[in-house]
Structure formats: C-alpha cells, structure tokens
C-alpha cells in the first residue's frame, strides 16, 4: 500500500520475517504502522525453516496460521544421531497443549511470500521496500526517521520505533548499543534443493554427530530438503561452494540427477545479545538484539516471543492511555529469557562437536560429555522462560511458580476437544474465575477494567477446563495478561480488588 500519512503510531525498520510478524500484530491492535525496508518487494533475508508450538499459536491468533498451513511440513521426528546410526536422541514431532505441532518446518521464500501479501493489503500498514533508513533522532514523544530510495530523501515520524534490521542493525549501532560476544563463531555451509520426485527422503530433522563435520539434516518438504555443513578449520569458501564438493557432500542421501540446488550459502553461527534491547521510545528486536547459533532453531521463535512481549505493552500505552513506564518492563521481561536461551544453543552446538570428536577418537560418551552440559543443551525453553525471576508486569505478592507462566490454548477445550482459550481471550487481559467476579470488584476498580477492555470469565458450560487452571480457580481469581501469561492469582489472603489495583498501579 503506497504511503498516505508521514506520522504513525509504530515503525518497523526490517521486514525479515521478524518485521513481517510484527506487523501484522500491530495492525491487530489497530496501531497505525510504517514498514521501512532497503531491500525491493522480490528479495527475501530469512534463513530460519522452523516454527515452534507458540510461534505456530501466535499465527493463529494474527489470523496468518490458515495461509500459512498449506507450506508448513510437520517432520516425523527430530533427532541427534552418530556417524554409525546411533541414536542420542529421538522425539516424535507430536501436537502440544498449545494444539499445534512441537515444530514445523518450511521453505522460507514461500512463508515471506505470503505474509508480505497480507500486509499489503492490509489497511494500518504502509509499506515502504527500496527504501533504506540512513537516520533518525528521537525525542520523549516521538523518533523522526529519515530514508532513502534512489537519491530520493523521505521524511516519517512515529511515536514508536521497532528495529527489525538484522544482526548488523543499523539502529542499534546508531544508538551505540555495546553487543556482548558470546565468544561462539564456526562457519557452515547451508545447501537448499529441490527433487526431482518426492518422498524419495525422510521427513525428518537430524542433527549427525558426523566424525568428519557436524552435520544438518533438514525436511522441509516433500521435494525441499536442507544440508548444513559446518566448515573445517583453513576450509577455503570459494572450493566448498563448487558444484562437484556440494553434490559429493549429499551424495550420501541423493544421487546428483535427482535434485537441483536452489540456495548455497555460508553462515556465520554466533552468539552475542545487546547490552539493553531498548532506549527511550526505540526497541531492538529479533536478530538486531541478539544472535544465536541455529542448533536448537530458537532465533526466529525467540523473536517471535519479543513481539508477544511488547505490542500488546506499546497498545495499552497508545490506545488506553496507558503509562509510558510500562514498556520498560519489555527488557527486564525478555533479557533473563534470551540470554538463557543463546547460552543454551551453543551448548547444544557444543554438545554435537563433542559428541563428534568422541565417536572419531573412540571415546565413550559418558566421558566426552558432562551430564550439566547435557542438561543445557536440552534445556527447555518454556522453562526457560518460567524460570525468569519476578520483574515486569506481575503480581509482586506471589511465588514464582505461578506468575509469568504462559496457559496453554488447551487449558479451555470445548466439547469437539479443540483448543479456545486464545480464541476467549483475545488481546485483552482476562480474569478467570468461578463465579462472575463482577459483583465483587469495587466500582471504580470496574470501571477502569471495562475501560481496559478486560474480559471476565466464569461461564464454562460446554466446555472443558484443564489441569492447570482448575487448580488455580479452587485458589481464587486468576488474572491472565494479553500474551496469556498469569499476571496474578487472588486468594484467601489476598482479595481480587488489592490483586487488581496492584496491576492498575503497574500499567495506569
Ligand atoms: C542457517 C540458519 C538456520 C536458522 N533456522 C532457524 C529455525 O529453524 N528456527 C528459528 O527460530 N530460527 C532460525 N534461525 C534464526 C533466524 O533465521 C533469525 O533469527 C531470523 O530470521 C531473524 O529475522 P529478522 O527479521 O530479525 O532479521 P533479518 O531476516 O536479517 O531481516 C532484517 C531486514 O532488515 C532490513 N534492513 C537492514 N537494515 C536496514 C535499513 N537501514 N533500512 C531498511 N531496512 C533494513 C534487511 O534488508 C532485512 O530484510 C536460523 C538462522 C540461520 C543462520
């Protein structure tokens, strides 16, 4: 959509995959959103191929599951194997409580594809391609961004700015955010093709403890299949990228006349994350907050959970005339999570080199392994998450057990077992509870939360309530924030109404 307006609620610089998402929930709370983006409406940047069970939740919930779906490939199983076959690890790729798979794969042109279609028509985005930020300058109210297409210089302001632009994000370095280097770097060698006839490999996602170079199996369709090969030390980039090493390299799994190469490249894996994702009325997101190794696939759907952190913070703040302090909690919510998360990711890179050497030198593997580094490298993520301490928009007057856990969309079933609670929630906070907790909350505590749009539920005939929240709701009253996380549980020592002006005292 060409642009009408220079002021905007949001812009996003980068439309990769993160700026794409972000996007869309912005338009979904009606936010009036500018996207500036260097590169021309037919180039793609992405290289992730996966989406976990949130990410996939999140899509639903944008409307963007259902165009989605037709390109998602749900492999098998995802595994750890030696050189020989065996296997170190194997899990089935099964439906989580969220109702979507534990991963699902894709060929990322085909993803970009679509939803760049979607913002383009959609009404609350202005998309801007060919054009390139080269400045901006902000003030307590509002960033002004200056861009530039083929000479010719444009004007935008905005009262948020959401850097979307990749590792080597311009934002960030122009606001001289120091990035903290993990000290992690290995080169490898990513290798897309397409057969010839389908089916004629597994769909599956290996990782092979190979003796000679770790490497990467990846299913991402029926006919589209990924390689990645990690580069020997003194390797030279031009040698390894010819045709005859590639098709020597795959010839294990496929003979040269059964596939063409759609994409060869070499990547740089590494970890480092930005000292502060924010300053000021700026946000670093994704990629141009934080890099990590691809082994455990946790860039992409680790920025996917930066955008379910902060829009719904930047609407309340926009459209409820909320306080602008609020959106401070977005760092100190995602910092804990992201460091833990890179940590963990070049654990596991770490884990399949030493698994390697082990196998190559006969080592057995209890030995080549410390139980600690295994219990890193599998850690797992929602855990991760949970195991944030207690800062942020949370209830300060409960154990850490409780707050900050996300419900999962089956903790409300209906009567065909499909998963609603996203679908009765909404973008809204919600309280959960019994008995209609209206009657007890006072006056203007009410009438605060009705202007905040907050839903109140109690009534679950037809439906099925699940584990977790049947035990919250014998305790009290539950009070669920837009990202479905648990802001607060009432209790006999702690009524709704303090519960409630704990929160209003945190956002208003
Ligand atoms: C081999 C590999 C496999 C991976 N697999 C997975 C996976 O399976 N699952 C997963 O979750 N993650 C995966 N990742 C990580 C994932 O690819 C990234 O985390 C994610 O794609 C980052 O997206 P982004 O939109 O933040 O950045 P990018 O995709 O880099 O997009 C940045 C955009 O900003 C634009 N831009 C930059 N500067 C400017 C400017 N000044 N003005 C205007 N525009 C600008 C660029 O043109 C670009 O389009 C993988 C990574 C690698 C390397």
């Not at 996003?12 to 995959?17: A, C, K, R």
């Not at 770097?185 to 190979?210: A, G, P």
């Not at 928009?393 to 707050?403: L, P, Q, V």
Request: net charge neutral; charged share 25%.
């Amino acid at each position: 959509m060409a642009s009408k307006i220079n002021q905007y609620d949001v812009a996003i610089v980068g439309f990769g995959l993160i700026g794409q998402i972000c996007a869309k929930v912005c338009s979904q709370y009606n936010l009036k959103t500018l996207v500036i983006e260097s590169r021309s409406d037919t180039e793609f940047s992405s290289n992730a191929v996966s989406f976990d069970d949130e990410s996939l939740r999140l899509l639903e919930c944008i409307g963007l599951y259902d165009a989605l779906k037709a390109y998602l490939n749900k492999p098998d199983f995802t595994d750890i194997i030696l050189t020989n076959g065996k296997v170190i690890q194997r899990n089935p790729v099964l439906n989580t409580d969220n109702d979507f798979p534990s991963i699902c794969t894709f060929f990322p042109p085909e993803i970009e594809k679509t939803i760049r279609e979607i913002c383009k028509a959609d009404e609350n985005i202005d998309l801007l391609f060919d054009n390139e930020l080269i400045n901006f300058n902000f003030n307590e109210n509002k960033v002004g961004l200056d861009t530039k297409s083929n000479n010719k210089l444009k004007y935008f302001e905005a009262h948020y700015l959401i850097a979307c632009d990749g590792a080597n994000s311009f934002v960030r370095n122009k606001l001289d955010i120091e990035s903290v280097d993990q000290r992690y770097s290995k080169n490898w060698l990513l290798i897309d093709i397409l057969l010839k006839h389908k089916d004629s490999l597994e769909n599956v996602f290996r990782q092979i403890c190979d003796d000679k170079r770790p490497t990467s199996y990846i299913s991402l369709s029926n006919r589209r299949h990924r390689f990645e090969f990690q580069l020997l030390a003194g390797e030279q980039h031009q040698k390894i990228i010819q045709k005859n090493n590639i098709q020597n390299l795959i010839s294990k799994w496929i003979e040269p006349n059964q596939y063409e190469i759609e994409n060869i490249s070499i990547q740089n894996f590494r970890g480092s994350f930005a000292k502060t994702f924010q300053k000021n009325n700026i946000f670093l997101i994704g990629d141009s907050a934080y890099q990590m190794p691809p082994y455990a696939s946790q860039g992409l759907n680790t920025g996917i959970r930066d955008i379910l952190n902060l829009i719904w913070k930047i609407n309340l703040v926009v459209n409820f005339n909320c306080n602008k302090k609020l959106l401070l909690s977005y760092d100190l919510e995602r910092a804990q999570p992201i460091k833990q998360t890179i940590k963990s990711s070049i654990a596991l890179g770490q884990l399949i080199d030493s698994l390697s050497m082990a196998f190559q030198k006969n080592i057995p593997l209890e030995e080549a392994i410390a139980p600690e580094a295994r219990d890193q490298a599998f850690g797992r993520n929602k855990n991760i998450e949970e195991r944030n301490p207690k800062k942020g928009i949370f209830s300060h007057s409960h154990s850490e057990m409780t707050i900050n856990r996300r419900l999962s969309n089956r903790e409300i079933t209906d009567k065909q077992g499909i998963a609603c609670l996203d679908k009765m929630v909404g973008n809204c906070f919600a309280i959960f509870s019994k008995k209609d907790v209206r009657n007890k909350l006072n006056e203007n505590i009410y009438e605060k939360l009705i202007k905040l749009n907050f839903k109140f539920i109690f009534d679950y005939s037809n439906l099925n309530i699940g584990p977790e929240l049947s035990e919250y709701l014998e305790t009290g009253e539950v009070i669920i924030r837009p990202d479905k996380k648990i802001y607060g549980l009432s209790s006999t020592g702690l009524d709704i109404n303090k519960l409630v002006s704990e929160l209003l005292m945190q956002i208003e």
